[in-house]
């Protein structure tokens, strides 16, 4: 029998009042197991996505944090845990088939040495290794005692300075799972928001890709295909 609760941990900033509806619609339909709560960080959101965010909090249906800072909102996310395990995600994904939390679930008991559950990942600007932040169970305890930073900071793209630091140990085990197994990620949905067309030549391309993707999301929604 499976044992402890799970706190799914979701980042959101700008306008991701549709973004966050079809995650947490899938996240709602495909969670078969037993005992989960949602803890949302606002990161910097528009009016709408608050309202929205505001609504679901009155229901009782997500805890909702402020970022402290909007760089690092799954640390913020973190620090707020008090289950005793957390899985890392994204706003911008869509649970695709039942059962997807309580597979990494028995994956993770399978052995008490184990920690980490996931994918890794290769860090964009080079071939080192890091966890991806996404569909990514984590034991709480094992967490704080190595203290997992998921955030960027200066040379680590987000989950590559918890990758450095867990396999600096061997006393605990990471598992892994693909993620693409029962999550689909719409990605790039977050960066062109925060960049300027100086740094990045592309940008308009990749800001009319992100309006093509938002638009498919509302056909899902308006659909109810997911």
């Known amino acids: 029998q499976l044992l402890g609760r799970v706190s799914i941990l979701i980042p959101t900033m700008f306008d991701s009042r549709y973004i966050l509806e079809l995650c947490l619609k899938t996240i709602e339909k495909y969670t078969d197991y037993f005992d989960y709560q949602v803890l949302v960080c606002d990161a910097g959101i528009d009016e709408t996505a608050s309202g929205y965010l505001k609504g679901l909090v009155q229901q009782g249906a997500v805890r909702l944090i402020k970022a402290t800072d909007w760089q690092r909102p799954k640390d913020d996310l973190v620090r707020a845990v008090d289950t005793p395990y957390y899985i890392l995600m994204h706003d911008d994904v869509q649970i695709l088939k039942h059962g997807w939390l309580t597979r990494r679930m028995k994956l993770m008991q399978r052995n008490e040495r184990n920690a980490v559950v996931g994918s890794i990942v290769k860090n964009y600007n080079s071939q080192k290794n890091r966890f991806f932040p996404l569909g990514l169970l984590v034991k709480t305890d094992i967490s704080r005692k190595l203290d997992l930073r998921w955030g960027k900071q200066e040379g680590f793209d987000t989950g590559a300075l918890a990758y450095q630091r867990f396999f600096a140990q061997e006393e605990y085990k990471f598992v892994s799972y693909k993620v693409s197994k029962d999550i689909r990620h719409f990605?790039?949905?977050?960066?062109?928001?925060?960049?300027?067309?100086?740094?990045?030549?592309?940008?308009?391309?990749?800001?009319?890709?992100?309006?093509?993707?938002?638009?498919?999301?509302?056909?899902?929604?308006?659909n109810k295909k997911y």
Do not use: F, G
Request: neutral net charge.
């Open 187 to 222: 990605s790039e949905m977050t960066w062109p928001k925060y960049h300027n067309a100086e740094n990045y030549p592309e940008l308009d391309i990749k800001l009319r890709a992100r309006e093509e993707k938002i638009k498919m999301i509302r056909y899902l929604l308006d």
